[in-house]
């Protein structure tokens, strides 16, 4: 009894631990603030959300159609192979086939998905640079994982059946065929089932090889949850995940009662009742199917794929302004006017979390971009590699509403030939807790005379966060250092190096968007961000203060970037292209304020930061974002002093030499941990001599066993019939015996 | 039977999801003896067997081992061993290690291992089979294993659990012997679970009838065959043609119309009873110096006799007999008065009698699934 | 050649088709990028530059740290695999669900509600504080990104070691009772022996993502352990070093192969057996 309880626990403490972290994650859905890390009281606010986050219901979609066409084709291929495999004669054949179809499953995630990109990558460039990721290749790759566990649960049920069961078919006067579908599918049914569920659950939990192998116009749950690690993952997403499981755990539950003890004695109206609702659940999956099918194929449609930042648009979630919706609607309107025609424009909006993996995905070939909001330097680089193409300003009459100081960046300062309209720009600042920071350092703050050497006090040890992305982290050592992030010497590349190597004992963790959690939680005390995100920290933990790092001489000293709208080369409808962001700088649509409104960052557009509503919303923070210092004029006056910053300390295109410098020396930075201690390394070393020991014990022991009988000689032949010879009675023990 | 009581079972019952499978069973089980338990499938004999192991804990009642009470004993501790029904050979070691499994467990010096392991290997007669993959060998040479693997551990009692049903006929009769041997020479004292009848008549020092979680009868083969206590028995152990009858006066009955002299005495006057007559044991004759009369309905060539079913008053009697009748001949049946058995009315009265059909045939169909539990 | 024949040899010519294009074709691209400089010539730069300490550093720690997890995934899972297999059907068939639920949800979501639990200021310690035990640092340590590990792919330990469980013959576990084997003694030499095929699959199950995993180390690590995932992955999405990526790629399927190689030598060499 006390054995029973004893294994009553155990069961209950590991169940406790897989459902651990489910119950945050539903507790927080139910978060009046967005803080996935502390809780502000209880709301549904979330649920509202999410039914109002198309985006992410989109992504939701379209995970649900990967999962299902992925699953359902890799059944049939998986089951037809199955089939052939399981007939094939020659032994070797059989075995070969069998070893490649397992590739997959004994091969890391990370390798299948590069493999493949490496692939269609090449495909793509093979056929001429025409998008080579997209929908089709995320489906393929997701057919071929899924591909051996669909195998793997089928195989085994053809060889369980009788084989005489198709004979008997053929018998009976079945063709091949009929005999197939008749006598041999239902047999393997439940194996071809659980293959079909296996492949489901694992194309909608991927996110590897999706991340690697997918393409434009097409997001899946899990990419945009990866990519909102700029920003944050919202509690919608927490929302949506608790909807999931309890909508699973209910169909388990209902299912588990029908099919367990009750289906004999289920009476036929509940039989009834229980085909009406399966039945119902597989037609609503099928006629929404056919309406997207139908949605899409009705009117003309047009569809635009834009590729932004993770979080970085007004996308109607908390009563905001739903901008893609808002443009649909109003291009769609302005279609109909000027050609009377109706016209059905969608928006396939998808979010990228840096601008290395939006250049990855460009360069790897997904092309099929028609908007993508890149940053300064990426956009020099692209430019320079011939992936953007110059916008027809007259398509966008709005342009007019950017500031003047904004219409001639150094990634695009050719007057007549514009490739880019900047979305917003923003500065990098030092986010701080108040109340654990040092009170003379606080002061310093407070007069404005601190810089970045904050971030290298000791005294912060382990409560300093630095950026987890190489460029940014560089550019503070650089910054702290007083180095020209564009025009570093190797030497001056090695010295901030080893400024970053002497900070690491002291970061708490390299991060992106896990600073919000940790920041407004109070888990950190410094760290460096952009500003924008850095004040909507502030407006959840009242004690965070922030401020712009200065120098010595009391000049600022930090990064200015600019994110802006461009137009990749190759897109295929530049004009809705150049419609949308026309659309993006509308003062009369009001998207421009909105998007600026929900990014935080500073807008570059006249008729949003002189709008005398939109500071009024600002409050405080106007000061802070839109620094009045940065409006005076500069040095001689022929700039302002934000022209200058541009020019001193935004980031610019790197060579070639000193992008593979900043990586290798990243590399380096990360791949070397001081911090880790070799405990581990012995707790392994111990075990792996516990396990050898064992091994060479039994080893020993069985040869020892083994040495009496093994040379035994076998018998000549096996008798069954036979007198019972001699017996000896087991109860006497001095057997003589004359082996051995 | 002098011996010593080894096992005593008394008024041990056993339920599962309120299904009764044993009730109230009393059994005592003695040193040195063969003790068969027989009875068709679902009767209780396998659990009464797991409940003697250990496997199975009675609901009621007590399990004396040596006068000691064991009913909450773990098999591990019990000095009982099992044959199983489809063997239970570890598949992951060898013959040598299947059979040495005990004594590695009881850290017993290698080399005596070794001896004995080598002795029971002699026994059985599989010496040189040692390093063999028991899931190899015919269905004959893993029940040998499986004998030596239990008894190396030189239980007091073993328990076997229809160990020769999945084995052919002629493999089966030679088995049969080779048990009754080993269990002579060793002494120990064999429990032995079957359905087989005849399995049970040539092998047993003692025979216990079963059915429905009771025990119907208990004796010596030919007590079993010779003085069914019952229908049930009647009919389970050979065949018999039981009808009903009525009991006149001490020696003599009257069944079908007729009156009989016999040999049993000690029933109340008319009382009505069942009247067991063998097949074997009735002679047939020209109707006219028949006590009996009636038409043949068939006859089956059986090899070493004929099986005739006659219809007589209703009843369709089963005769076997060396002679050829033709099918719609009438014929006559004469009965000696040692041929006719009477048992007193029981539970299974009506249950069973004439020949229309041979229900042991479904028995054995089921057999073939055996209780699972 | 008859009909019928003809069938069943085109039956599995969709899938072999699709394997040679998706499987064999893209692991030669690997091969061919791991061997290659940016110019497309043959080099051994790319695999030599693995040679350096701080690589060597990278494998060592992914290889330690996936092997712990999956020791401890197996000490965990087969306790309770063993225990779910003594329930009856109905009951086992709702564990075995309830095991994999979790796994429906998105992965990357339960690792942010291990953040959450795990950080210095988060729900554990706050519980801790509120009881009055001093906080436990936990995130951002390598016991962290382990135990990050061991939640993720616990369920692929359960389910192969209960499917294997769950088949071994319950006679079996009678006889070794029958012949002496107290309870524990019964699990040592019959269960575990029958079991070593699920061993080696929930092995592999583990083993082979907890090796190659690139999110887990970022979230619950804080960036201080980079894992081979997470270097490849740097290689591909920020560095665009495709030859360097590959190689390791190469390095890392090559090393999996190895250890799969040894455990399936080790354990399936078992022919005699040994018992206790």
């Not at chain 1, 180095?483 to 390299?510: C, G, H, R």
């Not at chain 2, 999945?166 to 012997?177: E, G, I």
């Not at chain 2, 209703?314 to 009438?330: E, L």
């Amino acid at each position: 009894m006390k054995k029973k309880i004893a294994q009553n626990i155990y069961t209950i403490l590991v169940f406790v631990f897989l459902y651990m972290p489910i119950a945050v994650l539903i507790l927080y859905s139910f978060n009046a603030s967005n803080s996935t890390s502390t809780f502000d009281g209880f709301s549904l606010k979330w649920y509202r959300e999410l039914f109002s986050d198309s985006a992410s219901l989109n992504a939701l979609k379209n995970t649900l159609i990967l999962a299902i066409l992925s699953a359902v084709i890799s059944t049939i291929i998986g089951t037809m192979a199955a089939y052939g495999i399981n007939k094939m004669q020659n032994k070797y054949v059989k075995s070969a086939t069998m070893s490649v179809t397992k590739i997959p499953m004994m091969n890391p995630e990370i390798v299948t998905g590069i493999s493949m990109m490496l692939l269609f990558v090449f495909v793509g460039v093979l056929i001429g640079g025409k998008a080579s990721l997209g929908f089709g290749t995320v489906l393929i790759a997701h057919i071929t994982f899924n591909l051996p566990y669909v195998i793997l649960s089928v195989m085994p049920k053809f060889k369980q059946m009788d084989k005489s069961l198709p004979e008997a078919a053929l018998d009976l006067g079945c063709t091949p065929f009929q005999s197939f579908f008749k006598v041999e599918l239902p047999q393997i049914m439940p194996g071809i089932i659980s293959g079909l569920i296996m492949a489901f659950t694992l194309s909608l939990d991927d996110f590897v090889i999706s991340y690697f192998t997918i393409g434009s116009g097409f997001e899946t749950l899990p990419i945009r949850i990866y990519s909102m690690t700029k920003k944050r993952v919202t509690p919608d997403m927490y929302a949506l995940s608790t909807l999931i499981f309890v909508s699973i755990l209910i169909l388990l539950v209902v299912s588990n009662l029908i099919s367990d003890k009750n289906r004999d004695k289920m009476s036929k109206k509940a039989k009834k009742i229980t085909k009406i609702v399966v039945g119902s659940v597989f037609g609503a999956i099928a006629l929404i199917t056919l309406i997207v099918l139908i949605a899409s194929a009705g009117t003309k449609t047009v569809t635009l794929n834009v590729y932004n930042w993770g979080e970085y648009i007004s996308d109607g979630s908390e009563d905001t302004y739903d901008t893609n919706a808002e443009f649909e609607k109003y291009y769609e309107e302005w279609y109909y006017e000027k050609y009377g025609e109706h016209i059905n424009v969608q928006v396939n909006y998808t979010t990228f979390a840096s601008n290395e993996d939006l250049y990855a995905k460009l360069k790897s070939g997904a092309t099929g971009y028609d908007v993508i909001i890149p940053s300064d330097y990426m956009i020099e680089r692209l430019k320079a590699d011939g992936l953007l193409q110059p916008l027809n300003l007259n398509n966008i009459p709005n342009y007019e509403n950017i500031s003047d100081q904004f219409k001639n960046p150094f990634y695009d300062s050719d007057p007549d030939e514009k490739y880019t309209v900047m979305y917003t720009y923003g500065i990098i600042g030092i986010v701080y807790n108040k109340d654990k920071i040092d009170p003379s350092d606080l002061e310093k703050i407070e007069n404005g005379e601190a810089g970045w050497e904050l971030l290298w006090d000791e005294k912060y040890a382990g409560q300093i966060l630095q950026f987890n992305n190489a460029r940014d982290a560089f550019g503070t050592a650089m910054y702290a250092l007083g180095i020209d992030v564009n025009n570093a010497t190797p030497e001056e590349w090695k010295m901030a190096f080893e400024k970053l190597k002497a900070q690491k004992p002291l970061v708490q963790s390299y991060v992106m968007d896990e600073i919000y959690n940790k920041m407004e939680s109070g888990e950190a005390t410094l760290a460096a961000y952009y500003a924008g995100d850095c004040l909507s920290m502030i407006a959840n933990n009242e004690s965070l203060g922030f401020f712009y790092p200065k120098n010595e001489n009391g000049e600022y000293v930090t990064n200015i970037f600019a994110d802006a709208m461009c137009i990749p080369a190759g897109a295929s409808n530049k004009e809705l292209a150049e419609a949308y962001i026309n659309f993006m700088l509308d003062e009369e649509h009001g998207a421009a304020r909105a998007n600026a409104e929900y990014i935080y960052y500073a807008s570059p557009n006249k008729t949003v930061f002189e709008d005398l509503e939109y500071i009024d919303y600002l409050g405080e923070d106007y000061e802070l974002i839109y620094d009045p210092d940065f409006n005076e004029p500069y040095g001689n006056g022929e700039q302002t002093y934000i022209e200058y910053m541009f020019a001193t300390y935004a980031y610019r295109d790197m060579t070639e030499e000193n992008r593979a410098r900043l990586n290798g020396l990243w590399e380096e930075l990360k791949v070397d941990s001081t911090s880790f201690g070799s405990g581990i390394y012995i707790v392994c070393a111990v075990i792996v001599v516990l396990i050898v020991a064992f091994g060479v014990y039994k080893y020993i022991q069985k040869r020892q066993r083994r040495r009496l009988y093994w040379n035994n000689p076998a018998p000549a032949k096996f008798e069954n019939t036979m007198s019972i010879p001699k017996v000896v009675a087991p109860n006497d023990n001095n057997t003589p015996n004359s082996t051995n | 039977m002098n011996e010593k009581k080894i096992i005593e079972l008394k008024g041990v019952a056993k339920s599962f999801d309120g299904e009764i499978i044993l009730d109230n069973i009393d059994l005592d089980v003695h040193e040195k003896e063969f003790m068969t338990l027989l009875g068709p499938s679902g009767c209780g004999k396998t659990t009464t067997l797991r409940i003697i192991a250990g496997f199975v804990t009675p609901d009621s009642g007590e399990v004396m081992f040596d006068g000691e009470l064991i009913n909450d004993l773990p098999p591990y501790k019990r000095s009982v061993n099992t044959v199983f029904q489809k063997y239970a050979l570890f598949p992951h070691l060898n013959v040598y290690e299947n059979i040495a499994f005990a004594l590695r467990l009881k850290k017993v010096s290698e080399e005596e291992i070794y001896e004995r392991v080598e002795e029971m290997l002699t026994m059985v007669n599989l010496r040189g089979f040692e390093k063999r993959d028991v899931n190899l060998l015919s269905g004959g040479q893993q029940q040998r294993v499986a004998i030596a693997r239990a008894l190396i551990n030189k239980p007091r009692v073993l328990l076997l659990d229809e160990p020769l049903g999945a084995l052919d006929l002629k493999l089966r009769k030679d088995m049969q012997n080779e048990l009754k041997n080993i269990q002579r020479k060793t002494g120990i004292t064999f429990i032995y679970v079957t359905h087989d009848q005849e399995e049970a008549l040539s092998m047993s020092d003692t025979v216990v009838v079963m059915a429905n979680g009771k025990i119907q009868q208990i004796g010596t083969p030919t007590d079993i065959y010779n003085e069914p206590q019952n229908a049930f028995v009647a009919d389970f152990i050979g065949e018999s043609n039981i009808i009903d009858g009525v009991m006149l006066d001490d020696y003599k009955v009257k069944f079908s119309g007729q009156e009989f002299e016999c040999l049993d005495k000690g029933f109340s006057k008319n009382e009505p009873v069942d009247v067991v007559v063998r097949p074997e044991d009735v002679d047939v004759v020209s109707p006219e110096k028949g006590m009996l009369c009636g038409v043949v309905d068939s006859v089956t060539f059986k090899g070493v006799h004929y099986e005739i079913i006659v219809t007589i008053n209703n009843f369709k009697w089963m005769i076997q007999s060396t002679d050829y009748v033709a099918p719609t001949q009438s014929i006559g049946l004469y009965i000696e008065p040692d041929a006719i058995h009477i048992m007193k009315k029981s539970e299974y009265s009506n249950m069973f009698g004439d020949y229309s059909s041979f229900s042991d045939e479904l028995d054995r169909l089921s057999d073939a699934t055996e209780e699972e539990e | 050649m008859t009909k019928k024949g003809l069938i069943q040899k085109a039956a599995a010519s969709p899938h072999i088709v699709w394997a040679v294009l998706f499987i064999i074709a893209p692991l030669l691209f690997v091969v061919y990028y791991a061997f290659t400089d940016s110019e497309g010539k043959f080099t051994f730069s790319n695999i030599g530059e693995l040679a350096q300490a701080s690589y060597l550093e990278v494998f060592l720690r992914s290889i330690c740290f996936a092997f712990l997890a999956t020791v401890i995934c197996l000490v965990i899972a087969y306790p309770i695999a063993y225990f779910m297999t003594k329930t009856s059907p109905r009951t086992q068939k709702i564990l075995i669900m309830l095991v994999m639920l979790p796994q429906w949800l998105n992965f990357l979501i339960r690792t942010y509600s291990w953040m959450a639990l795990l950080e210095d200021t988060g729900i554990i310690n706050s519980l801790l504080d509120k009881i009055g035990i001093d906080p436990i640092h936990m995130i951002n340590t390598s016991g962290a990104v382990i135990l990050g590990m061991v939640y993720n792919y616990l369920p692929y330990m359960i389910i192969p070691l209960h499917s294997v469980m769950s088949k071994i013959d319950t006679r079996l576990l009678e006889a070794a009772s029958d012949l002496g084997c107290s309870p524990f003694k019964v699990i040592t030499s019959v269960v575990l022996p029958l079991s070593v095929s699920g061993i080696i699959s929930g092995v592999t199950m583990v083993f082979v993502p907890s090796i190659s995993t690139f999110y887990i180390s970022q979230k619950l690590g804080g960036g201080n352990f980079d894992l081979i995932g997470d270097t490849i992955e740097r290689q591909f999405q920020t560095a665009y070093n495709y030859n360097l990526g590959a190689a390791m790629s190469l390095v890392l399927m090559i090393i999996i192969m190895i250890s799969m190689a040894i455990m399936n030598k080790y354990s399936g060499e078992d022919d005699g057996g040994v018992v206790v």
